[in-house]
């Protein structure tokens, strides 16, 4: 082993040490000439009393062993050696991952056993320096990957896990905790246990191991994966349709359900906390921010070196003394007193220097242990101390690193973007702060995500894309390279998670099939989430889509939960004439408990995200049309002189007592006596009541005076017409009165008698022929017989709308 690494510094040194001898000879003697000539010999230590020949040596010799030291510490002198150790920080983490055939569900993309592979390779970056070990279970259960710093060969185990690799049929949720056990060294202070699985304790004793384990030391964190609901698990390869399912021996379906009271009570037993793996693995990475809150500091052994120990700072120490040494001799105490100020100014900037390196060292340690957000603050201390000179672009990119760490997304932008206006001719550091950007824009869109702003989430995603794309650009980054697939595929598969696209139309269902024909038209509308579910659109709290030209509308529906119910109500444009037309929609009947007779809104249950069609068809309402006249004569005829009446109310009699009720419809005729009431499709019993309990219904001229009729959708009922002779007026009868008092007064005083045998022949008065008319009405309708008309009650079929 050579004693000095860079031995050409020693050679160096004694040439330049040989070279200042010389020249201080040359100089000295130069000197010593010029006062000789100048004064005698004997006079000069009078005249010259701080001259001294030997003292110039020493001074000499001094400065000849400073340099030659100096030149040595330059050499780097090394002797002895020293065992160097990598002490990095983390925790013990070990996974256990369920590989039983019920992992095969595809209850969640693209099935559980993939769902937790990508969950777990996604986040390896999140535990960088900590030991990770595998375990794969399922009857039994075996050691895949011991604990270990080496993440790539832990993510190649994982990804080598099927479904077979273990022969044991079933699920023992106790195998892998006593696995596990085995693994841990018994000098770790903290063992954590991450459990995946659907929960299927089949053997039951997964509880009382984990009891045990407790004592151990051992705390264990369960990740539930797949639904409480079940599903069938499909043998056919992942990527081909789900054809042929497991069966029980008895030839039954095998449903598997994800038993979630199992996995809280392992993990409540050992004082860890239950997590649903949801659609993007949210519950793993909970725990694992946990697990590094929570984990102490350990030290390991992963690299172990002999290495020289390095000897310089001796050389340096013995350097600086001699120098001292030089500047106390009598001539070098003035140097010594005028340099005292340099020296100061000196010191100021090695203290500067050290408060400078103070301040980064802090920060980086502040990363270590876990405080971001303390870390940014220290590299913007720096950066405040940079002011009066150009800033290190590092220090800004570290600030936007740690405090996008901390959650501050606007400051890590901010430093970013310094970052890379101070980074213009160093392409290195540019693409390392295009892709952090990238990286903030990411955690941007999946807050908007958390939001349910899927709009805002994939306009951010976009920059976040051309920010990766831009850092692969310029140097062929691979991280951004690997950021820009794998987040894109987490982005995607959580928005496909979250959304339901909704597509449909609305048109004329002329035949009522509810299939639009080639024949029938569309219209234009729009659809609204109608929250409150009264059929009417609030325009200020509930949000509407529009149809284009044909019909047709589209939406996305977001939910961060499955299966959830909506209510969807259309409204037609008024461009379509449907007012004219009396367009409703044909919305199907809500479930139970509802009732199926007071149809709103469109009830839709949405299972799960994908893809649903929604068609929405119009038809013209069934319409009950006639109209009332005032029958002056009483002949139950419509004469040309009789007008119409509105003096009447028009019922639906639906118990068929002829009589008007408090939860019967009733409706008013127009002024001319016409009328049109919108009903339900089905058999209506139409009856009308005067105004003017005196008036008379003339018509229809059966005594009940009513129609029974059948509507249905896209037609109108026959004319429904009512007669209608109202009492006379106080003018009419004075009217009638008159002529007989006129004729009164012009007969003679006393008439002859034949006049009187006239009279007595003559017409009788007009309350002599009401009554007279009355009393035949009576005798007639107690002779006459009711028509053969027989009324069945027949129940309306489910509508579209409470008209």
């Not at 020949?53 to 780097?76: E, I, P």
């Not at 203290?351 to 971001?372: F, H, T, V, W, Y």
């Not at 199907?588 to 149809?599: C, R, S, Y």
Request: negative net charge; proline residues 6%.
């Amino acid at each position: 082993m050579n004693l000095f690494v860079e031995p050409i510094f020693i050679y160096g040194g004694l040439g330049i040490s040989l070279g200042l001898v010389l020249l201080f000879w040359y100089t000295q003697r130069v000197r010593l000439r010029r006062v000789n000539f100048l004064i005698s010999s004997k006079l000069m230590p009078k005249l010259i009393p701080s001259w001294s020949n030997v003292l110039q040596w020493t001074k000499m010799s001094l400065l000849l062993l400073v340099v030659l030291l100096l030149f040595v510490t330059l050499a780097r002198p090394q002797w002895g050696t020293e065992k160097k150790k990598s002490e990095p920080t983390g925790i013990d983490v070990m996974i256990a991952m369920d590989v039983s055939k019920s992992m095969l569900a595809r209850d969640v993309r693209p099935n559980r056993l993939e769902r937790v592979k990508l969950g777990i390779t996604n986040l390896l970056d999140r535990v960088r320096g900590d030991r990770l070990g595998l375990i794969a279970f399922s009857g039994t259960a075996f050691l895949q990957c011991p604990l270990t710093l080496d993440h790539q060969a832990f993510a190649k185990t994982l990804n080598d896990l099927e479904t077979g690799i273990i022969k044991t049929p079933g699920t023992n949720l106790a195998g892998p905790i006593e696995e596990a056990a085995r693994s841990f060294s018994k000098d770790d202070r903290d063992r954590f246990l991450i459990l995946l699985s659907d929960g299927e304790d089949l053997e039951g004793e997964g509880l009382k191991r984990a009891k045990e384990a407790k004592e151990q030391g051992i705390r264990i964190y369960t990740i539930g994966i797949g639904s409480p609901e079940g599903a069938r698990i499909p043998m056919d390869p992942l990527g081909q349709p789900a054809r042929n399912f497991l069966k029980d021996p008895q030839g039954k379906t095998v449903v598997s359900q994800m038993d979630q009271r199992a996995l809280q009570d392992i993990s409540e037993a050992t004082g860890g906390r239950y997590y649903s793996m949801g659609p993007t693995g949210e519950g793993l990475a909970k725990v694992l921010e946990e697990l590094q809150s929570i984990g102490q500091k350990k030290k390991r052994e992963q690299l172990s070196t002999e290495l020289p120990i390095e000897r310089f700072q001796l050389f340096a120490i013995m350097a600086f003394l001699f120098l001292i040494s030089e500047m106390l001799t009598s001539s070098g105490r003035k140097k010594l007193a005028r340099s005292g100020l340099t020296c100061i100014a000196f010191f100021a900037c090695m203290l500067s220097g050290c408060l400078k390196q103070d301040n980064i060292e802090q920060a980086e340690q502040a990363i270590d242990q876990g405080d971001p957000i303390a870390a940014a603050r220290l590299y913007g201390a720096e950066i405040d101390a940079s002011e009066n000179r150009d800033v290190d672009p590092r220090l800004y990119l570290n600030a936007g690193l740690a405090y996008m760490e901390a959650g501050d997304l606007s400051e890590a932008e901010k430093n970013l973007e310094r970052a890379l206006e101070a980074t213009i001719d160093e392409p290195n550091l540019q693409s390392k702060a295009l892709n952090a950007l990238g990286n903030v824009f990411y955690l941007r869109a999946n807050d908007y995500l958390d939001q349910r702003d899927v709009g805002q989430a994939r306009k951010t995603w976009e920059k976040a894309l051309k920010y990766y794309q831009n850092a692969s650009l310029l140097d062929g980054n691979q991280k951004a390279d690997d950021n820009l697939a794998s987040l894109k595929k987490q982005l995607e598969e959580r928005i496909k998670s979250m959304i339901c696209q909704m597509d449909g139309f609305f048109w004329r269902d002329l035949n009522g099939d509810g299939k639009a024909q080639a024949d029938e038209p569309t219209l234009k509308g729009f659809v609204y989430w109608d929250k409150n579910g009264d059929g009417e659109h609030n325009s200020s709290n509930e949000p509407i889509v529009k149809t284009n030209e044909m019909g047709a509308f589209s939406f996305e529906w977001i939910s961060d939960q499955y299966p959830i119910s909506i209510r969807l109500g259309s409204q037609l444009l008024e461009s379509n004439g449907s007012e004219q037309q009396n367009l409703v929609p044909m919305y199907p009947p809500p479930p139970p408990p509802e009732n199926p007779d007071l149809v709103r809104n469109y009830h839709i249950l949405i299972d799960q995200p994908g893809n649903l069609r929604v068609p929405i068809a119009y038809r013209a309402a069934p319409v009950l049309k006639g109209s009332v006249w005032s029958d002056g004569n009483g002949n139950g005829e419509k004469d040309k002189e009789e007008k119409g009446a509105a003096s009447s109310t028009l019922f639906l009699d639906r118990n068929g007592n002829f009589q008007l009720d408090e939860n019967e419809t009733t409706f008013k005729p127009e002024k001319d006596g016409t009328f049109e009431q919108l009903v339900s499709p089905g058999q209506h019993s139409v009856c009308i009541q005067p105004d003017s309990p005196e008036a008379n219904v003339t018509f229809p001229i059966e005594s009940k005076k009513a129609y029974l009729t059948w509507v249905d959708f896209e037609s109108m009922s026959d004319s429904l017409d009512f007669g209608v002779q109202e009492p006379p007026s106080e003018n009419q009868n004075q009217q009638e009165k008159n002529p007989e008092q006129n004729q009164t007064q012009n007969a003679p005083s006393e008439p002859s008698e034949k006049q009187e045998k006239e009279g007595a022949q003559s017409d009788p008065l007009p309350q002599e022929v009401n009554a007279l008319y009355e009393r035949l009405l009576q005798e007639m309708e107690s002779k006459s017989e009711p028509l053969g008309q027989e009324r069945k009650a027949v129940g309306s079929r489910a509508s579209g709308r409470d008209y």
